[in-house]
Each structure stands twice: as C-alpha cells, then as structure tokens.
C-alpha cells in the first residue's frame, strides 16, 4: 500500500504542488518543495515555497501544510513577503477594531468610507495608500475580509510588504488574483 492511500486527505498533496510549480514556472520562480515532514503528530507536514522577483521587488511565496488523517488538514497561512531596499519609511496597517480600539479610538486614520472607519483600525503615513484602499474596491474588500491581513512597514532602508491570505491555492488563478493586489500595492508605494 503506498503512502497516499493510508490517508484521507482534504488537501490532496500533489495536487498543490503541482499547482505550486505552474505558478513557479509562470512567474520564472524557484519551487522548492519539502517532501512529507514526520512529526509527532498523526500525518505529514508538507512545506511549499516559490522565490522569484516582482516589479524589482524580492518575492517569497510560502505556506506549511499539516495533513491530519481522517479529518480536516490544516494550512498556515499563505505568505506573500515582498522585500526591497528604499529610502523612504513608510507604514501601512488595517486590521478589525477591537473593543478598546473603538473606546480609545487610538492609531485611528480616517478613510472616508464609513464601514471602514466604524470597523477598522487603520494606521498609516502614505497618502497613496489611503486613497488605494478608498478608491479601489477589489483591494478595499481584500484588506478587510476575514481572509487576508496586509501589513507594510520599512525598517533599515528596506520595505517590507506582508500579504497573507488564509486557505490554499487551488488554482494558479488563485495566486495571479494575490499578485493583481500585490502589484497595485508596489505601484502605490513607487
């Protein structure tokens, strides 16, 4: 009996990373794949990550995914980290107001569009991408579903732009959707 059939899977394995090299090769990315790790847990870790440039950024791709046999499998996070060196500081974060965010209303930047500003905490010192999040529906709905958290923050003379999205690729279309965002955000910061 080999290996893939001891398992019931919810992710099938080499189904994503199949999809993982496509998109590598599309984007002219380095796959790097780490076959199952064991661990003390029930089923293998699987370890999926793509390098490659975007727009004279760095560009690393990467999740970890926990096969449980049986039940449901667990992925982290999908990370998109662009890296590049700047000179200028720029910051950029929104995330869900909690309850003390909204009494003390503190590192609070007005938007302009009431669900955001009633529901988001957002905390930034670039004027352009303040207008992006106003202006530009499809990104104004990413960064404030449940599904991605962005934070962008240059430290050193280097930018670093963090995108994650909970969930796996199952598409390479899934990840070209991610790198429309990503692109629209180096734009703003260039």
Same mark, same amino acid.
């Given at each position: 009996?080999?290996?893939?059939?001891?398992?019931?899977?919810?992710?099938?394995?080499?189904?994503?990373?199949?999809?993982?090299?496509?998109?590598?090769?599309?984007?002219?990315?380095?796959?790097?794949?780490?076959?199952?790790?064991?661990?003390?847990?029930?089923?293998?870790?699987?370890?999926?990550?793509?390098?490659?440039?975007?727009?004279?950024?760095?560009l690393k791709i990467d999740q970890?995914?926990?096969?449980?046999?049986?039940?449901?499998?667990?992925?982290?996070?999908?990370?998109?980290?662009?890296?590049?060196?700047?000179?200028?500081?720029?910051?950029? =974060?929104?995330?869900? =107001?909690?309850?003390?965010?909204?009494?003390?209303?503190?590192?609070?930047?007005?938007?302009?569009?009431?669900?955001?500003?009633?529901?988001?905490?957002?905390?930034?010192?670039?004027?352009?991408?303040?207008?992006?999040?106003?202006?530009?529906?499809?990104?104004?709905?990413?960064?404030?579903?449940?599904?991605?958290?962005?934070?962008?923050?240059?430290? !050193?003379?280097?930018?670093?732009? !963090?995108?994650? =999205?909970?969930?796996?690729?199952?598409?390479?279309?899934?990840?070209?959707?991610?790198?429309v965002i990503l692109r629209k955000i180096i734009k703003e910061i260039?």
């Amino acid at each position: 009996m080999s290996f893939k059939d001891t398992f019931f899977y919810t992710i099938n394995p080499e189904d994503l990373k199949a999809t993982w090299e496509k998109f590598a090769k599309e984007i002219n990315g380095a796959f790097r794949f780490q076959d199952p790790i064991r661990a003390n847990i029930g089923g293998p870790i699987y370890v999926f990550e793509i390098s490659s440039t975007l727009d004279q950024f760095n560009l690393k791709i990467d999740q970890t995914v926990y096969i449980n046999p049986g039940s449901n499998d667990q992925p982290t996070l999908l990370h998109y980290c662009l890296t590049k060196k700047v000179n200028q500081k720029i910051y950029f =974060r929104i995330w869900k =107001r909690s309850l003390f965010d909204k009494i003390l209303g503190l590192n609070k930047v007005n938007s302009g569009i009431a669900g955001i500003d009633n529901n988001f905490s957002l905390k930034t010192n670039s004027l352009n991408l303040r207008e992006l999040i106003t202006k530009d529906k499809n990104i104004r709905e990413s960064v404030t579903s449940s599904t991605y958290l962005l934070n962008i923050e240059s430290t !050193n003379q280097t930018i670093e732009i !963090n995108l994650k =999205r909970s969930g796996i690729s199952n598409s390479v279309q899934e990840f070209q959707d991610d790198m429309v965002i990503l692109r629209k955000i180096i734009k703003e910061i260039a």
